[in-house]
């Protein structure tokens, strides 16, 4: 049984498939039916959605397969019952579990005990889903991911600087992550990614200096500085992260075709300025858009693992 936990669960060689796949999937979207049935996938919603609820909506049925949403405030899982009673219930009732969550305990739990492959939809340690989809992103744009300099700036603690280190360097990419003191990943995570990246030939570094960090860069990425959760924090993050806000300023010292990344949602004049958001560098509606190829080729990869 194979579950997509954190980035890191795929090997190269896997990560390399499952993009192979998602943009055949991007191709014919309607080609493919491994949930045909319907088999049904349960997603369950601890934190707020948008992207992640849409995209796998549609991309599981776009599979053949029924999505199955399961409210996380009504489920109440590990207040009203614990995870591993939920999770062999919704092990019997669906295929697969697709979850949004907190702790990235809850979510290895549930994997324990679903019987299913269970899909992280994000915690607060990673975001792997969004990073197939970046990853998918990158490759059409710049036609390669090994070799290409990847520099994440603003709030590098979060799920998504976390799941930039794994993720890059097991595709081979030298990722630069710039933070203010107290918001960098932390070293264990470096120390991880860096044994990953010493076998694709790619890199994990933290350069709190932005403008070093952005220099050269192939692709210029940021994410908000309030992720969910910690919201009584936003004073006094801005006030920290404003350096590192991703302005036109910024991404001058980049490579002059380098394109901009944010897995949105986005909050303009904090993170990342309009004219970059909205500019003609930054990618992210085909990010956006890459979130269910991605997210079907790994469903389907996970189906076929099992
Ligand atoms: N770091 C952000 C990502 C949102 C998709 C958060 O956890 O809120």
């Known amino acids: 049984m194979r579950h997509f936990l954190a980035d890191d669960d795929l090997t190269p060689a896997e990560q390399a498939r499952v993009l192979d796949l998602a943009a055949e999937l991007k191709r014919a979207p309607y080609d493919a039916k491994p949930l045909a049935g319907p088999r049904t996938v349960a997603m369950i919603f601890d934190k707020q959605t948008l992207r992640t609820q849409a995209s796998f909506a549609a991309g599981i049925a776009e599979l053949g397969g029924h999505p199955m949403l399961v409210d996380g405030a009504l489920a109440g899982i590990g207040v009203r019952e614990s995870v591993h009673d939920v999770a062999r219930v919704l092990g019997r009732q669906a295929s697969m579990v697709v979850w949004r969550t907190y ?18 939809a994000l915690t607060d340690d990673f975001h792997p889903c969004q990073l197939l989809a970046d990853l998918l992103t990158i490759r059409e744009h710049k036609q390669q991911l090994a070799g290409l300099t990847v520099a994440f ?28 003191d107290g918001f960098a990943p932390a070293p264990e995570m470096v120390e991880r990614a860096a044994a990953i990246a010493s076998g694709t030939g790619g890199s994990a570094t933290l350069e709190a200096d932005p403008v070093a960090a952005v220099t050269g860069a ?3 990425v940021t994410d908000t500085w309030i992720s969910m959760g910690k919201e009584e924090e936003s004073a006094a993050r801005a006030a920290v992260l404003a350096p590192y806000s991703l302005t036109a ?20 004049g904090k993170e990342i300025a309009a004219e970059v958001l909205d500019g003609p560098q930054s990618v992210v509606w085909d990010e956006a858009e890459n979130r269910r190829h991605a997210q079907k080729a790994i469903l389907s990869f996970l189906l076929e693992a099992r």
């Open 153 to 180: 700036v603003g709030d590098g603690a979060c799920n998504m600087g976390n799941s930039w280190l794994l993720a890059g360097a097991t595709a081979g990419l030298h990722v630069r992550v710039s933070s203010p």
């Open 218 to 220: 192939d692709v210029v």
């Open 249 to 268: 300023a910024l991404l001058a010292h980049a490579a002059p075709d380098a394109i901009v990344l944010h897995c949105l949602p986005a909050y303009r």
């Open 103 to 120: 702790a990235q305990a809850r979510l290895e739990e549930m994997a324990k005990y679903a019987g299913v492959p269970v899909v992280n």
